[in-house]
């Protein structure tokens, strides 16, 4: 196909083509016998310059994700001659995984949540000594509001903890989905898990990893570098949700995400996160209030053995299994410096040789991360993976 014939496939079918601009470390290979795991935290310096590129159809699902500049073009012609197009993130996969889960005895339920308020931590250390000393789950049993304007929540050494945000505009049109995994006696193993987590969440659990261990490394643990939390603000937000429902099909995953509102119970959820000091996007996974007390002890100030040797463990099983499929795995620490709409793609002999870059804005900088660049012997393109994506596919993968 020629340039032109492509940009007009393109737009006859009314596909988007997206850019993301990251710089990169160097790749690092992982031996299975050697001292650097998936998890090891080994974060180096980026010396180079990546654009990866995706396909968006009309209804914003992607249907190419993650496609280096070089390889674009040939991956873009073929799937563009493709009879039957699949997209490129289904909830297929997540749905398997429930399935296998549920045969060793897991459950999994979902929910619907709408912030309803949104208050800044003034001290994390005094937090986290007052929870320790007082034993109470939530801080909002620690003392009293501030009878005024209930702008503040105070200790019971009258020293301010919780400083609400005034301007606080929860959008409640828009629910946010959790999910959270029981056992075969009911007992809830995790809780407020993203979609992205739940895969992952539920292959560890069924390697026998511990429950409070594995929250810490879905929380981004050890892979999330500390100086990304150097001048992070550390939240405490209230939500309401819906009555849990299980998820068993692609349909209830479909229905819980994308079908009608649920009705909100009374129930208040207290959820911690880390934002940018600007307040316009998290840099870590939601820390449920239930272990948010071992969870920052652990990960940010005192490192545990368990969340240690969990995470070995982890690493170990996961490359057993990428062994047995002769896979290379290579580690890479990458940011995004830069995102936007390509159009006007020009092509030589198959390969992409340039676009016109159409910017987002861009205002804050975003958080380095940990991705693995993943080579299977029976394909000629190598995929790039999150930690979580890694674990799904593996699960996945005969």
């Not at 010396?47 to 990866?52: G, K, L």
């Not at 069924?206 to 570098?225: E, K, R, W, Y």
């Not at 159009?343 to 900088?365: K, Y």
Request: proline share 7%; glycine share 4%; aromatic share 6%.
């Amino acid at each position: 196909m020629k340039a032109a014939a492509i940009n007009q496939a393109l737009a006859t079918q009314q596909l988007t083509v997206t850019y993301q601009r990251y710089r990169y470390s160097d790749a690092e290979l992982i031996d299975p016998s050697g001292p650097m795991t998936l998890l090891s935290p080994a974060p180096r310096r980026l010396t180079q310059t990546i654009n990866r590129l995706q396909v968006h159809d009309a209804q914003a699902q992607v249907c190419l994700t993650n496609v280096a500049e070089p390889m674009f073009g040939a991956q873009l012609m073929a799937w563009l001659q493709t009879p039957t197009r699949v997209t490129a993130v289904t909830l297929a996969t997540t749905a398997t995984i429930i399935q296998q889960a549920q045969r060793r005895g897991l459950t999994v339920t979902g929910v619907q949540v709408v912030p309803t308020a949104c208050w800044t931590v003034t001290h994390e250390q005094t937090l986290l000594a007052d929870l320790a000393a007082q034993l109470v789950p939530d801080v909002m049993q620690l003392g009293p509001y501030d009878n005024q304007q209930a702008s503040m929540v105070i200790d019971d050494h009258r020293q301010i903890v919780l400083r609400r945000q005034a301007n606080f505009e929860p959008q409640l049109s828009l629910p946010v989905v959790q999910f959270a995994i029981h056992n075969d006696q009911g007992q809830l193993l995790l809780t407020g898990l993203s979609l992205a987590d739940l895969g992952a969440a539920l292959v560890g659990l069924q390697l026998g990893l511990d429950p409070a261990a594995l929250v810490t490394i879905l929380l981004g643990h050890p892979l999330l570098p500390a100086a990304t939390l150097t001048q992070a603000q550390l939240c405490y937000e209230q939500w309401q949700t819906s009555v849990p429902q299980t998820m068993q099909t692609v349909a209830d995953l479909t229905n819980l995400m994308t079908g009608p509102v649920l009705p909100m119970t009374t129930t208040q959820l207290g959820q911690y996160r880390y934002w940018q000091p600007a307040m316009t996007r998290p840099v870590s996974a939601v820390i449920p209030a239930a272990v948010v007390l071992p969870v920052l002890t652990g990960v940010y100030y005192e490192p545990q053995v368990v969340v240690q040797a969990t995470a070995r463990a982890f690493s170990a099983a996961l490359l057993k299994q990428a062994y047995q499929r002769s896979w290379t795995i290579q580690r890479r620490t990458r940011q995004l410096v830069g995102c936007g709409t390509a159009d006007r793609l020009r092509f030589n002999r198959g390969q992409l040789q340039g676009f016109r870059r159409l910017p987002t804005p861009q205002t804050t900088a975003t958080p380095l991360e940990t991705v693995f660049k993943i080579q299977q012997p029976t394909s000629k393109a190598a995929m790039e993976l999150s930690f979580n994506t890694l674990v799904t596919t593996l699960a996945m993968t005969k």
